[in-house]
C-alpha cells in the first residue's frame, strides 16, 4: 500500500514561519565567552568527542587549539555567549569522557581579554 502526500499544500503553509534550530531556541549570555582546557590521552578519538558535546548544542567555538605533547593532547577551545549553568554542564561531560584527564573552566572577563587569549592560543603554535 503506498500513500501520496502533497508537498505543495504543506509549504504552502509553512513558507511564512521562519525554521527554529537549535541555536535559535537555546538561552544565551551575549558577549559572555569561556574557554575549556582540557589535557587528555592522544587518541584518535578524543577531539571528535570533545567537539561533540559543543555542536550538539548548536555551538561553534570562537578558537580552538590543540597540541600533541608525547601521549598527553593539550585543548583549549573558546566559546562565546554561553551560560552558566550550560557552561557547568558542558565542563561536566568533557569530563566524563574516558581519555580527558583535567578540564579547567575559564570565564573571560571581556572582550580585550577574548582577544589576547586567542593571540596567545596562536602564539603558542
Given at each position: 500500500?503506498?500513500?501520496?502526500?502533497?508537498?505543495?499544500?504543506?509549504?504552502?503553509?509553512?513558507?511564512?514561519?521562519?525554521?527554529?534550530?537549535?541555536?535559535?531556541?537555546?538561552?544565551?549570555?551575549?558577549?559572555?565567552?569561556?574557554?575549556?582546557?582540557?589535557?587528555?590521552?592522544?587518541?584518535?578519538?578524543?577531539l571528535p568527542r570533545?567537539?561533540?558535546?559543543?555542536?550538539?548544542?548548536?555551538?561553534?567555538?570562537?578558537?580552538?587549539?590543540?597540541?600533541?605533547?608525547?601521549?598527553?593532547?593539550?585543548?583549549?577551545?573558546?566559546?562565546?555567549?554561553?551560560?552558566?549553568?550550560?557552561?557547568?554542564?558542558?565542563?561536566?561531560?568533557?569530563?566524563?569522557?574516558?581519555?580527558?584527564?583535567?578540564?579547567?573552566?575559564?570565564?573571560?572577563?571581556?572582550?580585550?581579554?577574548?582577544?589576547?587569549?586567542?593571540?596567545?592560543?596562536?602564539?603558542?603554535?
Amino acid at each position: 500500500m503506498f500513500s501520496t502526500v502533497n508537498t505543495n499544500s504543506l509549504n504552502a503553509n509553512s513558507s511564512n514561519a521562519a525554521p527554529v534550530s537549535a541555536s535559535d531556541a537555546r538561552i544565551t549570555a551575549p558577549g559572555r565567552r569561556v574557554v575549556f582546557s582540557l589535557v587528555a590521552d592522544a587518541d584518535p578519538g578524543t577531539l571528535p568527542r570533545v567537539l561533540e558535546y559543543v555542536a550538539k548544542r548548536g555551538l561553534v567555538p570562537l578558537a580552538l587549539h590543540s597540541r600533541l605533547t608525547g601521549d598527553r593532547l593539550d585543548i583549549a577551545m573558546e566559546i562565546g555567549d554561553l551560560p552558566q549553568a550550560e557552561t557547568d554542564h558542558v565542563g561536566r561531560c568533557l569530563g566524563q569522557i574516558p581519555m580527558v584527564a583535567r578540564v579547567t573552566v575559564t570565564e573571560l572577563a571581556a572582550e580585550a581579554a577574548a582577544a589576547e587569549r586567542f593571540t596567545e592560543l596562536v602564539a603558542a603554535e
